[in-house]
């Protein structure tokens, strides 16, 4: 099973909410991470956790906070959001078998902010 | 310099024809190689790992040329079900943990 569950699958939210964003994965990956894609544009990097301990935060702002609060979930909470931040935001999961490294993504949740 | 450069086509064959992708890497000691294929609003999935020796999935063919800093993959047979975007995916492992790099996609429309 290589499932990477993401909720929800769509948000719509007003520059003065806070929302969350919530992964999940239980093939006992020690590695999560957040990706944002735009439209006709690869995934972006934005955080990468690796044992529940935040390795890579890629100067992403601090509008987006993540949160690792074990080892199957990950969240991305949200909070004064700006238009330019609409976009597919994609959580992945990677094991390190044989070295491999290969990541494994979820659904996304489309995020559209007005 | 773009870590991963892949050409974003458009490619548009028919159904049954053969469609081959390229792909450079900038990055000498990147150490593994992905194709993976992302449908209109979806998320990227998966379609294969690319080893030096190369490597076959029924109609999909992936090669690795590390010497050249090259990737490729090669579909035959084309189906209407192949249209999607195909990324090419390189990951570079730091101390710790692999992060990966990827093409700006490479659209594929197979047409009946």
């Known amino acids: 099973d290589t499932e990477v569950t993401q909720t929800p699958k769509h948000l719509v939210m007003g520059m003065t909410n806070k929302k969350s964003l919530k992964c999940e994965q239980h093939m006992g990956h020690r590695a999560m991470y957040w990706y944002k894609q735009k439209a006709k544009k690869p995934p972006e990097l934005m955080f990468v956790y690796s044992y529940e301990k935040l390795s890579i935060n890629e100067s992403v702002p601090s509008r987006f906070s993540p949160e690792c609060p074990n080892s199957s979930l990950l969240n991305l909470h949200l909070h004064a959001l700006q238009p330019e931040d609409s976009a597919l935001y994609l959580c992945a999961s990677s094991d390190s078998s044989g070295g491999k490294e290969t990541q494994y993504f979820g659904p996304g949740t489309r995020l559209l902010v007005l | 310099r773009k870590e991963v450069e892949q050409d974003p086509g458009p490619f548009n064959v028919p159904e049954g024809a053969t469609v081959a992708f390229n792909c450079t890497y900038s990055?000498?000691?990147?150490?593994?190689f992905f194709w993976y294929r992302q449908d209109c609003r979806k998320e990227p999935k998966l379609l294969m790992s690319v080893y030096s020796s190369g490597n076959e999935d029924g109609r999909f063919t992936a090669q690795l040329n590390r010497a050249s800093q090259y990737i490729s993959l090669l579909i035959r047979d084309s189906k209407l079900s192949d249209s999607a975007t195909y990324l090419c995916?390189?990951?570079?492992?730091?101390?710790?943990?692999?992060?990966?790099?990827f093409g700006r996609g490479t659209q594929l429309t197979v047409w009946p």
């Open positions: 995916v390189v990951l570079d492992r730091g101390s710790t943990l692999g992060r990966l790099y």
């Open positions: 990055n000498s000691a990147s150490q593994s």
